[in-house]
């Protein structure tokens, strides 16, 4: 269990508690398998934890079919954009808010633009901008409580106490001034803006487990035989934190994916003729009266990925602490 | 108990003086300049003049202290593109609008999202918790503006002529009800989910066993000893939900064309109205942050283990 | 003592219909109380003894749980017959049961006061002060100090060993007939256990209720029961009257047990050591045919068929069962028999 549980003064633990209880229950380390050589002490051993973790996951169903879903999605929107018969940025009025048919099986926007082709287009864009933001709120996250968490001390005092103060930035308002100073919405602009004031969750978790971690016993016994730093912290520490950073990407996804679509869809983000879901939804809006589909593929669309992330991000947790009970 | 009031409030300071401070250099990095209202340039000299009247001329340090000052006596200073307005008004008259909406919005949530959480975690893996949670997951994830989009479409558009319900602006109770839906729903289904979890979690409890083992009711079992528990993580859930409603409802805003602050905020920033945007950051942070401080003091009084002066 | 016993469990099963299987978890479980008298329950975990107790009293997970057969006849009726709410009449009022781990058992977010009251208030309907005042009395009758302040508390508050002492007062305030203790010692301190069990014991005799202790330690056992159950894998495996159990135990698996108690007395006291059973139980989701301590019982051989055939619960001398085909005296009547 994290060290911030209890014993802890945070500005918003109220705000803290909601953001980390998706991430509650983290996995504590096992106590290492015996090796057949009998060395007691050994590192983990990753292969087995991962393994394990695997089968566990496979056994979840809803999780197994996201996880399909999931990489089905991202396959169309890498490959047919490449095979497609259209050009996305064609316009063609003569076929202008088209129903789905079979010749266009999501139909066609107000400028006869083939909406299946664009959806894939807009997924590689607005999932390109989740995942990129994603890592960003990990590297961000991860850099700042590692070292809160390693260091321990005056330094992660500090750092936590910065951190508090910055759990009260409003994020999308932030977003929005970000994309202001960089005059619109462009790919990397987008991801810097919904980045900046989403990765205080993501330290306080990896510090937390960094700690716990620090005060594991077997690690202190590594220690204790001489074991360096540098060592301890590939061999056990590693490992550990890895998983929940797999979650972590998971959960971080959907607030990211939104914001975009959030920010686009009001016209701060990524704008028409550039597909993105959000920039194809503020096209489907100025049409809802005539074809209402067009909205609603590109929200689908979200729709379907954040379903997918949320249940992956579940089966993953569970998979990854096998203490979960839930009927 | 005071106390621990009294040390949130107090930590609530530093926090605004970093907002502030942080959106005040963010704001510096934006190019453009307020004051112009046309495409045309503004001769130096009435720049100058219009810069030395807001104070812009000042290093920013000096500005920053100035507004801070201002913070503190709740003077938020005047709008720089609306010349005859000040930033004070423009929230007097903009943020009733989003508050009602967010209230609304959450009330909704709440009323409609615990008990569907109840209900599918009562009758868990049976039809009524699958069919809650499909409900649940869906309104979770579909965008909002899909959902505002379609409410518009099936009461204004399809079925105008049997319901009377308008689709815009925020004065009757019925303008209000489709933009209050639109924005709950969302916040609905994640109540429900985080209901349902938190109750299933409370039922294999130690006490809950216990609590039937005395012979009590059912009834009393489930609302008393579980519902109770449950309810502290969606409690806590709820005061950055409120916050996040209130700050993040511009595109509602945007679609039933309510005039809240959230649209005025980008209209704001994209005009480079400097202190309007200040002023309105700085409301919005203490919004999160005041939610977020209720919050806390509800969480105290519902779990009494965390009473404790740590 | 003659009448008839308070409670009797007759052939009781239990069994989890889980995603992987059907565990049966209680297998054919039968025994009886008698009024004002202790019977001890012992098993290592997963043997079915808490789940035969929470059978007893219907408190099992029934998603996955239920009980398939069997009868449990508590003062002249059979428990599994009756509804949900009539249950709700008999628990806390009649039978009542208090669990391993005072710590989670009670609510943390209620004070102790609310949580002896509702159970007051709710089978003997006083008006509140009254209940409170009664609440008082079983706070101090269980050895609280300064009963009246305790009321406001939170569970938190408390330590281990006087949290059991509340879910014990709570459980004797409506003077049930029968009281049901599953491990109540095994989360306490060492010096505390002792003093529960005497208040137990205390208690029994004062409110003139019957007991059923369920262990893993035959220490308690010895302390407090007066009638022995052992059970292993689901299944009764030796039942007898306290003392003649440990002088004269029969079934290899209650033998193992008691080797496996640290002896002060003797003089391989220090030097001995403590025989532990090698093995495990089997997995109750796919049972062997035979008996099921074969695996693990030194005395079983290729010729005796205890892997095949499932030996039954026989009666070896009055009041005492075994079901096993090595009992202690046979095996040494059978030694004697054999040629040198």
């Known amino acids: 269990m994290s060290s911030t549980s209890s014993g802890e003064r945070t500005q918003f633990p109220g705000l803290r508690r909601l953001k980390e209880r998706r991430y509650l229950r983290l996995p504590t380390p096992p106590p290492p398998t015996p090796t057949a050589s009998g060395d007691a002490g050994a590192p983990i051993r990753s292969s087995s934890l991962w393994r394990d973790a695997w089968y566990r996951y496979l056994r979840n169903r809803a999780a197994v079919i996201a996880g399909i879903a999931f990489l089905a999605l991202l396959a169309y929107c890498v490959i047919w954009p490449i095979v497609s018969p259209y050009d996305p940025n064609q316009v063609d009025f003569s076929q202008a808010n088209d129903s789905p048919s079979l010749a266009h099986p999501l139909g066609t926007d107000q400028f006869g633009r083939d909406l299946f082709t664009r959806t894939a287009l807009g997924g590689r864009v607005s999932i390109g901008i989740g995942f990129a933001a994603t890592l960003v709120i990990l590297a961000i996250g991860v850099t700042y409580g590692a070292i809160a968490g390693f260091l321990g001390g005056f330094v992660d005092n500090a750092l936590m106490r910065f951190l508090d103060a910055l759990y009260g930035l409003p994020y999308l308002p932030f977003a929005i001034i970000i994309l202001a100073i960089f005059g619109g919405g462009s790919f990397w602009t987008m991801v810097i803006a919904l980045s900046i004031a989403s990765w205080f969750t993501t330290a306080r978790i990896v510090r937390g487990q960094i700690i716990t971690l620090k005060e594991n016993d077997y690690v202190r016994a590594a220690h204790a035989v001489g074991a360096r730093w540098l060592r301890i912290l590939a061999r056990h520490l590693l490992p550990n934190t890895l998983g929940v950073l797999v979650i972590a990407v998971f959960l971080e996804l959907p607030g990211v994916i939104l914001g975009e679509a959030f920010l686009s869809f009001i016209g701060l983000g990524i704008s028409p003729p550039d597909a993105s879901w959000g920039s194809m939804a503020q096209d489907g809006y100025r049409a809802y009266r005539v074809a209402p589909h067009i909205i609603i593929v590109p929200s689908i669309a979200i729709a379907w990925l954040i379903l997918c992330a949320n249940f992956i991000a579940d089966g993953l947790r569970d998979a990854l602490d096998p203490r979960t009970r839930e009927t | ?310 | 003592m003659s009448a008839t016993p308070l409670l009797e469990v007759r052939d009781l099963a239990t069994h989890f219909f889980t995603r992987e299987g059907v565990v049966r978890a209680v297998d054919g479980v039968s025994f009886s109380v008698d009024r004002g008298r202790t019977l001890g329950l012992v098993g290592e975990s997963g043997s079915g003894k808490s789940v035969t107790a929470l059978s007893i009293i219907g408190l099992i997970p029934q998603p996955p749980a239920r009980i398939v057969g069997g009868e449990v006849v508590f003062d002249g009726r059979d428990l599994t017959t009756l509804s949900e709410r009539e249950l709700e009449d008999v628990r806390g009022k009649r039978i009542a049961m208090i669990f391993q781990d005072p710590m989670t058992s009670l609510n943390p977010t209620l004070t102790i006061g609310t949580q002896l009251l509702e159970t007051i208030r709710r089978h003997l309907h006083l008006p509140k002060r009254e209940a409170r005042r009664r609440a008082i009395e079983l706070l101090d009758e269980v050895g609280l100090p300064n009963p009246e302040a305790r009321l406001d508390d939170y569970p938190h508050r408390l330590s281990g060993g006087m949290r059991q002492r509340v879910m014990i007062a709570m459980a004797v305030s409506c003077e049930p007939d029968l009281l049901i203790a599953d491990e109540p010692t095994t989360a306490l301190d060492v010096t505390v256990q002792a003093q529960v069990l005497d208040l137990l014991d205390e208690l029994r005799t004062q409110h003139d209720m019957a007991m059923i202790v369920i262990t893993h330690d035959m220490g308690v056992i010895a302390e407090v029961a007066d009638e022995v159950v052992v059970m292993y894998a689901g299944q009764i495996v030796e039942q007898a009257p306290v003392t003649e159990l440990f002088a004269r135990p029969e079934h290899p698996y209650t033998e193992a047990l008691l080797g496996a108690l640290p002896q002060l007395e003797d003089d391989t006291a220090r030097t001995g050591r403590l025989t532990a059973i090698p093995g495990r139980p089997p997995d109750l989701l796919d049972p062997p045919e035979g008996c099921r301590f074969a695996a693990r019982c030194p005395y079983a051989n290729e010729f005796d068929g205890c892997a095949t055939h499932m030996p039954a619960l026989r009666e070896l001398r009055p009041g005492h069962m075994v079901r096993s085909e090595h009992p202690t005296t046979e095996r040494a009547r059978r030694k004697e028999a054999a040629p040198a």
């Open chain 2, 1 to 310: 108990m005071t106390r621990l009031i009294v040390r949130r409030v107090l930590w609530t300071i530093p926090v605004i003086l970093l907002v502030i401070l942080m959106t005040f250099l963010l704001m510096r990095q934006i190019e453009g300049n307020p004051f112009r209202t046309s495409e045309r340039a503004i001769p130096a000299s009435i720049q100058a003049n219009l810069e030395a009247k807001f104070g812009l001329d000042d290093p920013w340090w000096k500005q920053y202290v100035r507004y801070v000052k201002g913070v503190a006596t709740f003077d938020l200073g005047p709008s720089l593109v609306l010349r005859n307005r000040d930033v004070n008004d423009i929230v007097r008259e903009h943020f009733p609008p989003s508050l009602e909406l967010g209230a609304l919005a959450m009330l909704f949530a709440l009323v409609f999202g615990i008990p569907l959480g109840l209900l599918a975690a009562l009758r868990a893996n049976k039809w009524p918790d699958y069919t809650a949670m499909f409900v649940a997951n869906v309104g979770f994830a579909v965008p909002s503006f899909l959902i505002a989009t379609l409410l518009i479409y099936f009461f204004a558009v399809r079925w105008g002529d049997i319901f009377d319900i308008p689709t815009s602006g925020w004065t009757t109770w019925q303008s209000k009800i489709l933009p209050t839906i639109a924005l709950g729903l969302g916040p609905m289904a994640y109540f429900a989910r985080l209901t349902r979890g938190s109750v299933l979690e409370t039922l294999q409890q130690d006490y809950i066993r216990t609590a039937r083992a005395k012979g009590l009711r059912r009834r009393r079992v489930v609302v008393v000893h579980t519902l109770r528990n449950s309810l502290i993580p969606v409690v806590t859930a709820a005061g950055p939900i409120l916050g996040f409603l209130i700050t993040g409802s511009f595109v509602i805003e945007q679609i039933f064309a309510i005039p809240g602050i959230g649209r005025y905020y980008v209209t704001a920033v994209t005009g480079r109205d400097y202190s309007v945007v200040m002023g309105l950051t700085v409301l919005l942070a203490m919004i999160v942050i005041v939610a977020n401080m209720v919050v806390d003091i509800l969480y105290g009084i519902l779990d009494p283990r965390t009473r404790e002066a740590r």
